[in-house]
Structure formats: C-alpha cells, structure tokens
Nanobody, 127 residues
Framework: QVQLVESGGGLVQTGGSLRLSCAASGRTLSIYRMGWFRQAPGKEREFVAAISWSDNSTYYGDSVKDRFTVSRDNAKNTVYLQMNSLKPEDTAVYYC????????????????????WGHGTQITVSS
C-alpha cells in the first residue's frame, strides 16, 4: 500500500503563491506517476497536474498551465505543487494521488486511473 499526506494548504490573497507538498510512504517503489486534483464545493474533482516518477515528465490542466508547477524530490518521496498567481477560482480542496500503472498521456487526467489518494488540503484564495 501507498500512503499519501498533503500539506501546505491555507488562505492566500489573489495573486499570491502557495506550495503544496505530498509525502508518499509505504510501497513507494511501485509508484509510476503522481497527480494533483482539486475539488471545489458543488463541483466535480478536477485534474490539476501530473508527474511521471520514471522521467519527471509533467502534464497540466488547462486552467493552471503557466501558473502551477509540479515537481518531485526523489530522496524524500515527495511531490510538490507550486502555485503562483492564484485566483479565487483556484479555491478548492487539493488532493494528491498516485498510481503504479503507466497510462497514455491523454489518460493522465482520469481519476479512476489513480489507486491511491490523500485526504486533501484546503486552499482558499480571497478576492
């Protein structure tokens, strides 16, 4: 099993920045890719970003492209999400996810392709 714990959430003003962390533990050698998703009240969970653990290739949702950056620290088994130029519409609970299954690039945003999930961390962007 893989356990995921997110941290770094909080309240920030429009235009501000935050960095989320997701620490993985357990059978981390089985992880092939990790992703970030978010869910705002009354909305479906939305893909934010993903990173491959084999080659560090990254992939972003259209709404966060050029503002958010996903990265990883191999030694710490930790994935980060640097969020810049935050907007009120970025307000949501952010979830970290992991999978041991490689998929095509177009499938990276698909929730059901991730087997492991964290409990989420709240991000609130005030206007």
């Amino acid at each position: 099993q893989v356990q995921l714990v997110e941290s770094g959430g909080g309240l920030v003003q429009t235009g501000g920045s935050l960095r989320l962390s997701c620490a993985a533990s357990g059978r981390t050698l089985s992880i092939y890719r990790m992703g970030w998703f978010r869910q705002a009240p009354g909305k479906e969970r939305e893909f934010v970003a993903a990173i491959s653990w084999s080659d560090n290739s990254t992939y972003y949702g259209d709404s966060v492209k050029d503002r958010f950056t996903v990265s990883r620290d191999n030694a710490k088994n930790t994935v980060y999400l640097q969020m810049n130029s935050l907007k009120p519409e970025d307000t949501a609970v952010y979830y970290c996810a992991a999978s041991k299954i490689p998929v095509s690039r177009v499938a990276l945003p698909t929730l059901r392709t991730y087997e492991h999930w964290g409990h989420g961390t709240q991000i609130t962007v005030s206007s």
